[in-house]
């Protein structure tokens, strides 16, 4: 993927090819260039001054009275990458370090941090390489910026640090450089606490968990709509009049998705003078839960889309001025809000379809054969893909308990407020996969129910829908091992092939 910055802003879906494992060539614009060298001119002349400026010659947080001799100010950068690179945990994957990146190039190109346009270039000569650094997931506390992590990102720059993946292959930094044929960079005075004092490992996370929601939710409404078909439901209570009585956007987007995907179905029109009255809450009530998800989504990728394309340093260069000024845009607080709004949202929408599941499993509810299966009895049927369903629902709720509500101080005190935004992220990210193999035993149990029905067709998108899972998945005659159609489903919900396969059939999918 090519990215020239500008000043220009990046948009969010940018992200999305680099977070799908696109590797990256980025270039700068001229107006960039100028914006950073500005920022970079404002530095030189401070230190030529002789003045006093936080991070550029004085130590960092609790130390920062510490007033650095100007031959150290290099080490002093170098010092800090070192110290800093102290985290734990599994490495994130490529894509996402990828986007840290790109992300951390972006903040610089604001003309905002006081670097060097040869840093930056740095950066775009390892993407370029697709030389990716190893990077710890754990270690920050979202504050002071994403500290440990950039460090270690931050240390393959000067050719240090631990492994790294060049064109995936694992090795060591030095060793990768020397492959790619690329000079190890020599810091300058700031450059180290610009690399490190900043938000994207939260960014990048959240980005990833909001794009993935996003087209989990679309899939959810297909997937509600196709229970809703084997279930012999309607779709009355999806008339706008209803939604337009309390028009929240979300609520608004899924009543049309679903009227529209049912409306002039056979399946419909076969039970239409039915004895039945209402449908479950969680058949009836879809517009309003999976509704309110979207508003959450949208409201964080509101958020997103403003931080990809903010500066967060400390201190932050204002050339126009000629000024530093010290501040806590590196609070990663916005952000860690925005992902655990997303962890509460797509919990909440596994949650509403594990009980479409339950009312496809369960004959009492469903009026078919004992949990989907022909021979009930002599086969077990679906009846273990809803308890699996049930048991990620669970460990989902049990996540999205919102970790930017604790607070740990840290820099002996310095630091007294922190975000906890990467492990908002973090949490953020596995509810979604949770998410989506709910989402994905949903589609299996509809899919399956769809199947009994014999005498009436149900809508072209539906049916299309239903084709492209039969895909991936057969119907279920007797009892097989069923973790790989299981997880065949949950790539086909990430890969959002079941919205697409209802939109070409004429099915309106917002």
């Excluded at 009930?376 to 919102?402: D, H």
């Excluded at 990467?422 to 589609?443: D, F, S, T, W, Y």
Aim: glycine letters at 8%; proline letters at 5%.
């Amino acid at each position: 993927m090519k990215i020239h910055f500008t000043r220009a802003p990046l948009r969010l879906d940018d992200l999305a090819p680099i977070l799908a494992g696109e590797t990256v060539e980025l270039t700068l614009g001229g107006d960039a260039r100028r914006a950073i060298a500005a920022s970079r001119t404002v530095v030189d002349r401070l230190l030529a001054s002789g003045a006093t400026a936080y991070g550029i010659n004085t130590g960092f947080g609790k130390l920062s009275r510490e007033r650095i001799d100007g031959k150290q100010l290099a080490q002093l950068q170098v010092n800090l990458l070192r110290s800093h690179a102290c985290g734990v945990g599994a490495p994130l994957p490529p894509e996402i370090v990828r986007t840290l990146m790109v992300l951390r190039a972006r903040t610089f190109a604001t003309g905002r941090s006081g670097v060097r346009v040869a840093l930056v270039e740095k950066l775009a000569e390892l993407l370029a390489a697709d030389l990716v650094p190893c990077v710890p997931c754990q270690g920050s506390v979202g504050a002071s910026g994403d500290l440990a992590p950039l460090a270690h990102l931050a240390l393959a720059l000067i050719g240090e640090g631990g492994k790294c993946w060049l064109r995936g292959k694992e090795m060591g930094v030095r060793a990768a450089l020397k492959k790619a044929g690329i000079a190890p960079l020599e810091l300058e005075a700031k450059e180290g606490i610009s690399l490190i004092n900043g938000t994207q490992l939260t960014t990048a996370l959240t980005a990833q968990a909001l794009l993935r929601a996003e087209g989990l939710a679309r899939t959810a409404d297909v997937a509600c709509a196709l229970t809703i078909e084997a279930l012999k439901g309607t779709n009355r209570a999806f008339d706008r009049r209803i939604h337009e009585a309390r028009p929240h956007p979300g609520q608004l987007a899924v009543a049309r998705n679903l009227h529209g995907l049912i409306e002039g179905s056979a399946i419909l029109e076969s039970h239409r003078d039915c004895g039945k009255v209402q449908d479950p809450y969680s058949l009836r009530c879809a517009p309003q839960v999976h509704g309110a998800c979207r508003d959450a989504l949208a409201e964080a990728r509101r958020v997103l889309q403003i931080e990809i394309n903010a500066s967060t340093d400390n201190p932050l260069v204002f050339a126009e001025e000629g000024e530093l000024i010290s501040g806590g845009n590196f609070h990663a607080q916005p952000i860690a809000a925005a992902a655990d709004r997303v962890a509460a949202a797509v919990a909440d929408l596994q949650s509403i379809s594990e009980r479409r599941v339950e009312n496809l499993v369960n004959p009492d509810l469903s009026g078919l054969p004992a949990f989907l299966t022909p021979k009930p009895g002599l086969n077990s049927g679906f009846m273990i893909p809803q308890v699996v369903a049930a048991a990620l629902v669970s460990e989902s709720k049990a996540l999205s308990f919102p970790a930017s509500v604790d607070s740990i101080p840290t820099s002996a005190n310095k630091e007294d407020h922190v975000s906890m935004g990467p492990i908002a992220a973090r949490k953020a990210l596995q509810i979604v996969e949770n998410g989506e193999r709910v989402v994905a035993i949903e589609l299996l149990c509809a899919a399956q129910g769809l199947d009994f029905e014999q005498e009436h067709a149900t809508t072209k998108p539906l049916a299309a829908a239903h084709a492209r899972i039969r895909r991936e998945v057969k119907t279920l005659a007797d009892d097989r091992y069923l973790a790989p159609d299981l997880e065949a489903l949950a790539t086909l919900v990430r890969s959002g092939d079941v919205v697409a396969a209802a939109r070409a059939a004429g099915g309106r999918v917002e």
